[in-house]
């Protein structure tokens, strides 16, 4: 209960900035293009911890993608609400892993400056042939 609480607090702080005025707005509203697969909350959150996250991900998620979370690492708490009850789970950023790929993220690609989309070995392939 009280990782819900300190969530909320960091959301009602943070959203207040986030609207204040066009400059800020729209500093967000990149922010959220680029994570786009997160809710207003959350991206609330992440924005409030760590404005300059690339790609984040849980520690599971991470491992699945072959990349290992680095020992000291803080996690970005947000709020997974996708259960029964909502609870507080941490997300990792990119920068605080290694694994396979090196800089190259593994099995993704970066397309179009700040985007990352997973694809398989033979898109890869077929991606660096053009």
Known sequence: ?????YTKDIYREIVPKIIQDEASWSSFLNFSAVHYQMGFENASLLYAQRPDAKMVET???WREK????RRGSKGI???????YRPYVDHVFDISDTNGRGGRRYGGWIKIMKRRYFPCSMQSQATYRAM
């Open 77 to 83: 708490a947000i709020i997974d609400s996708s259960h």
């Open 59 to 61: 520690y599971s998620g």
């Open 66 to 69: 072959g990349r290992y979370v």
């Open 1 to 5: 209960m009280k990782g819900i609480i």
